[in-house]
Structures are given as structure tokens and as C-alpha cells.
């Protein structure tokens, strides 16, 4: 669709929309880059403190899978201001704003539209070294996958709005959602790493998809390494999954290669949408152990090496059982 829109001619635009990558990079000197990014979203979960902390989590992500410092951000709020209290808003610009102040995120003002389905997130603007950018299309052949959070959100969160799951499943989704991925990004700028997204709407698969074809290679996923919450698989098996999730499914279709023993809701798993999840790092293998300590150490969500790199037909995913 991009492809109808002019050419971008700018030559300070280091990274734009000609890649599939998660934020704009925009150089101002030899060593200083803006990257700017945007996301809204609508509710995934019935509190609204929490849901304007997970909107802002998930709105940072793209500045922090890029390796770069989000400085200041401007609220994009719809609210129907005419059958929902105003309250309810309150609450969530309180829980974005808290989110914010523990990014060190500034909110520097905002714009509400009258919008009969709620929708929250930011604009933002953080900082980068141009020479140390981590784009998508960096991920080497024999480069290790490691994920810094557990899937199942976008399962989760179906479940919620079906009120089939308890308050704990809820809590533990929150918790997964709302942790900033700041910790995950600066163990893999103190590290060095060849490339990295993070993982929203297209699902495990569906990021993993874009960076293997922006690098020209393909990639292994061990599906008895990936970290799951433990109760998305009760609830797949009932049959629940958004649309999302299966559309990123038939979406891939010619892309990956199951391992014949791997089951439907398994593979759901693998493209469920998520909602702020974690970081997708390509690490050279030498330096894999380290990352993943230092991962531990600064206690991610999850931390665990799902994966590699390997020399197979650009974007090309094989899921081994
Ligand atoms: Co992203
Ligand atoms: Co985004
Ligand atoms: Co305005």
C-alpha cells in the first residue's frame, strides 16, 4: 500500500518505510539520531489504569527494539465522551503516565477525539547513535534467536473479553504487558547484536517472517523452547484465538514448514498477536550465553534461546517439534 505514496528523497532518513522496521531513525549529526515511532491501541483489558499502562509499554517498544532512549511522547487519546465517564479516562492517562515516568518518558501534551470505541497510545521520540542503530535486517546465518517475553497475550486477552479466564491469568497477562522492555534493550546494546524486533500483531512468526526476509536468510524455531504462559494452551484448546492469530496463520502458510508432529494450537501459539511483547534478538552464538545472563540477571519476563539463524530461502521459517 506504502508503494502508491512518494518516494521519500531525504537523505538524513536512515531508516524509514522502505524496510518493515519498527521505528523511523532520522539523522541530525554524526553521532545523534532522532527515532520516532507511533502506536494506539484499544482495550485488551477491562481496568483502564492497566490498560493505559499496557498502551504505553507497547507504544515505547519499537524506540527500544531500534536500541534507542525515548525522551518525550505525546498522548493519541479516542474517548466517547458522551456515554463513558470521564473518569474512566482519568484512569487511564493515570496508569500511560506512570508507565511513562518509569521509561523517564516525558509526556509533553497530547490530542482526544470523540471515538465511540476507547483507543490510547503515543507518539514518540527518543534518541539513538546512528552507528549503533539495531535495525530488523541485521540477523546472520548461525546467529542464536532469544525472546525476553512469554506468548500467549493475544489468546489471553480473547479469553478476558469471553470473561473465561481468572483474576491470576489476568494479573500474570498484565504483568507480561506492562514490563517495559527497556532492560531487554540495554543488555543487548551492552552486548552487541546483529538485529532485533519486537514481537506485536504479526505474532512470533509473523516479526521473525520480517526480519529473516529484510536479513536474506532463514531461521529454526524449537517450539519446546519457546516461553508460553502456562494457561494460553488450555484456552487455545478450547478453541479461543482473535482473528488476528489466525490470520497471521494463513498469512504465512507458504513461509513455514510445521514439523508434521505440530498441532494446530501450537501453531496458533507460534503466530498469536501479541499485544507489548518482548524483544526478538539475533545474537552472534559467542556471545548467546553472555546475552542471556545478563538477560536473567536484569530479570525479563522470559529469557530463552528459541532458535537460529540458518542459510535457507529469504524469510523461510522451519518449526522443528
Ligand atoms: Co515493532
Ligand atoms: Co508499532
Ligand atoms: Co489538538
Same mark, same amino acid.
Request: net charge negative.
Given at each position: 500500500?506504502?508503494?502508491?505514496?512518494?518516494?521519500?528523497?531525504?537523505? &538524513?532518513?536512515?531508516?524509514?518505510? &522502505?524496510?518493515?522496521?519498527? !521505528?523511523?531513525?532520522?539523522?541530525?549529526?554524526?553521532?545523534?539520531?532522532?527515532?520516532?515511532?507511533?502506536?494506539?491501541?484499544?482495550?485488551?483489558?477491562?481496568?483502564?489504569?492497566?490498560?493505559?499502562?499496557?498502551?504505553?509499554?507497547?507504544?515505547?517498544?519499537?524506540?527500544?527494539?531500534?536500541?534507542? =532512549?525515548?525522551?518525550?511522547?505525546?498522548?493519541?487519546?479516542?474517548?466517547?465522551?458522551? /456515554?463513558?465517564?470521564?473518569?474512566?479516562? /482519568?484512569?487511564?492517562?493515570?496508569?500511560? !503516565?506512570?508507565?511513562? $515516568?518509569?521509561?523517564?518518558?516525558?509526556?509533553?501534551?497530547?490530542?482526544?477525539? &470523540?471515538?465511540?470505541?476507547? #483507543?490510547?497510545?503515543?507518539?514518540?521520540?527518543?534518541?539513538?547513535?546512528? $552507528?549503533?542503530?539495531?535495525?530488523?535486517?541485521?540477523?546472520?546465518?548461525?546467529?542464536?534467536?532469544?525472546?525476553? #517475553?512469554?506468548?500467549?497475550?493475544?489468546?489471553?486477552?480473547?479469553?478476558?473479553?469471553?470473561?473465561?479466564?481468572?483474576?491470576?491469568?489476568?494479573?500474570?497477562?498484565?504483568?507480561?504487558?506492562?514490563?517495559?522492555?527497556?532492560?531487554?534493550?540495554?543488555?543487548?546494546?551492552?552486548?552487541?547484536?546483529?538485529?532485533?524486533?519486537?514481537? /506485536?500483531?504479526?505474532?512470533?512468526?509473523?516479526?521473525?517472517?520480517?526480519?529473516?526476509?529484510?536479513?536474506?536468510?532463514?531461521?529454526?524455531?524449537?517450539?519446546? #523452547?519457546?516461553?508460553?504462559?502456562?494457561?494460553?494452551?488450555?484456552?487455545?484448546? $478450547?478453541?479461543?484465538?482473535?482473528?488476528?492469530?489466525?490470520?497471521?496463520?494463513?498469512?504465512?502458510?507458504?513461509?513455514? &514448514?510445521?514439523?508434521?508432529?505440530?498441532? %494446530?494450537?501450537?501453531?496458533?501459539?507460534?503466530?498469536? !498477536?501479541?499485544?507489548?511483547?518482548? %524483544?526478538?534478538?539475533?545474537?552472534?552464538?559467542?556471545?548467546?550465553?553472555? %546475552?542471556?545472563?545478563?538477560? =536473567? =540477571?536484569?530479570?525479563?519476563? !522470559?529469557?530463552?534461546?528459541?532458535?537460529?539463524?540458518?542459510?535457507?530461502?529469504?524469510?523461510?521459517?522451519?518449526?522443528?517439534?
Amino acid at each position: 500500500m506504502l508503494r502508491e505514496l512518494p518516494q521519500i528523497e531525504d537523505p &538524513n532518513l536512515l531508516v524509514g518505510t &522502505n524496510t518493515a522496521d519498527d !521505528a523511523a531513525v532520522y539523522q541530525i549529526t554524526d553521532d545523534l539520531a532522532l527515532v520516532q515511532t507511533v502506536d494506539y491501541i484499544t482495550p485488551v483489558v477491562d481496568d483502564p489504569y492497566s490498560f493505559g499502562a499496557i498502551a504505553v509499554a507497547n507504544s515505547i517498544s519499537d524506540i527500544y527494539a531500534m536500541g534507542g =532512549k525515548p525522551l518525550i511522547a505525546l498522548n493519541i487519546v479516542g474517548f466517547p465522551n458522551n /456515554t463513558l465517564p470521564l473518569a474512566i479516562l /482519568t484512569q487511564i492517562l493515570k496508569g500511560g !503516565a506512570e508507565k511513562a $515516568k518509569e521509561a523517564q518518558v516525558t509526556i509533553v501534551g497530547g490530542h482526544t477525539i &470523540n471515538d465511540p470505541e476507547p #483507543k490510547y497510545g503515543l507518539a514518540v521520540t527518543g534518541l539513538i547513535n546512528p $552507528k549503533e542503530v539495531v535495525t530488523n535486517a541485521g540477523a546472520k546465518v548461525g546467529d542464536l534467536l532469544i525472546l525476553t #517475553k512469554p506468548l500467549g497475550i493475544g489468546i489471553i486477552t480473547t479469553a478476558i473479553k469471553k470473561d473465561e479466564v481468572a483474576g491470576e491469568v489476568v494479573d500474570k497477562a498484565v504483568y507480561v504487558m506492562t514490563s517495559l522492555n527497556r532492560a531487554a534493550s540495554e543488555a543487548m546494546l551492552q552486548i552487541g547484536v546483529n538485529a532485533c524486533t519486537d514481537i /506485536t500483531g504479526f505474532g512470533l512468526l509473523g516479526h521473525l517472517h520480517e526480519m529473516t526476509v529484510g536479513s536474506g536468510v532463514g531461521a529454526e524455531i524449537y517450539l519446546d #523452547k519457546v516461553p508460553v504462559i502456562e494457561e494460553t494452551w488450555d484456552l487455545v484448546k $478450547k478453541g479461543i484465538a482473535p482473528g488476528g492469530t489466525h490470520a497471521n496463520r494463513n498469512f504465512l502458510a507458504d513461509s513455514v &514448514n510445521w514439523h508434521r508432529k505440530i498441532t %494446530l494450537e501450537e501453531e496458533l501459539v507460534l503466530c498469536d !498477536a501479541q499485544t507489548s511483547g518482548g %524483544l526478538l534478538i539475533s545474537v552472534p552464538a559467542n556471545k548467546a550465553d553472555q %546475552l542471556l545472563a545478563l538477560l =536473567k =540477571k536484569k530479570k525479563t519476563p !522470559a529469557a530463552a534461546i528459541i532458535g537460529r539463524i540458518i542459510e535457507d530461502k529469504e524469510g523461510k521459517i522451519n518449526v522443528l517439534a
